[in-house]
């Protein structure tokens, strides 16, 4: 049997914190899990007040506010996940949906920062719309509402497995990081897994290098022919080409900085 991929673990076998013996079965798990947490893509239709663009607007804040805090990458993801998870299951007023956008920051910074903003911070970048006694009793309304259940794989998981399958380099991935980060503004991407999303992040930023966009190792480890990367890259590129006339520059403002490259400056290409 012809083997036309590569086995992009071999090189680690003797580092045990590469976890080549149960890097599989992990990413295996992952795979499974997107696919039984999805949400609908119409969940805000449930919502009397809040909009597709009001969340964006709220999504492009908190992108702002994860900057100002230094917070780690999974922070953002798993915030904006909750978020969304609890607006598929209650109704709230529009005056609230900053309220659960910040409350939904502190959960997931809980879960993932070793050393997470207090409520007050979250009070004070508010402006103080909303004090620390609504803040915790949101959080326990979310909470019990998700039932706890927090932990959801994140196009950003998927992420460091295919750079790694890709062999990106700084630059490559870290504008795959903008383009993942860019699609959180625009509720019709969830109708894509994290797997999907991660996927066409590594396609469209390949051809805004100029390398080889798709290959039989990353066929092998995202588990996605070319055939069906093309479309949710796609939709990638026309949204990224739409995104320049956008009035919400959080996540274009964070990776124009020399500190990410500036891969927000890299041009859009046609494909």
Request: charged share 25%.
């Amino acid at each position: 049997m012809v083997i036309d991929w590569e086995d992009i673990d071999a090189p680690d076998a003797e580092d045990p914190q590469a976890l080549t013996e149960f890097v599989n079965d992990i990413y295996e798990h992952l795979f499974e899990k997107e696919k039984t947490d999805r949400l609908s893509p119409t969940f805000l239709a449930n919502q009397t007040e809040i909009t597709d663009r009001m969340r964006s607007i709220l999504v492009d804040w908190l992108i702002e506010v994860h900057r100002m805090f230094k917070l780690m990458p999974e922070t953002l993801f798993l915030a904006i996940n909750i978020i969304d998870r609890f607006l598929s299951l209650r109704v709230i007023s529009r005056d609230k949906l900053q309220l659960v956008g910040i409350t939904s920051m502190l959960i997931a910074s809980k879960y993932e920062e070793i050393y997470a903003p207090c409520c007050g911070d979250f009070v004070y970048i508010s402006d103080g719309a909303y004090s620390k006694e609504q803040i915790l009793l949101m959080e326990q309304q979310i909470l019990n509402t998700l039932h706890f259940n927090l932990l959801h794989p994140s196009p950003l998981h998927f992420l460091r497995r295919f750079s790694k399958a890709a062999g990106s380099d700084y630059t490559i991935h870290t504008l795959c990081k903008y383009l993942i980060e860019l699609m959180l503004l625009d509720v019709r991407f969830i109708k894509y897994t994290a797997s999907q999303i991660a996927a066409g992040s590594v396609y469209v930023a390949r051809m805004m290098t100029d390398k080889a966009p798709w290959t039989s190792t990353l066929e092998h480890y995202t588990t996605y022919s070319l055939g069906e990367v093309l479309p949710v890259a796609r939709d990638m590129n026309d949204f990224l080409k739409a995104y320049g006339k956008s009035s919400l520059k959080a996540a274009k403002k964070k990776y124009s900085s020399s500190k990410y490259g500036q891969v927000a400056d890299i041009a859009v290409v046609d494909f």
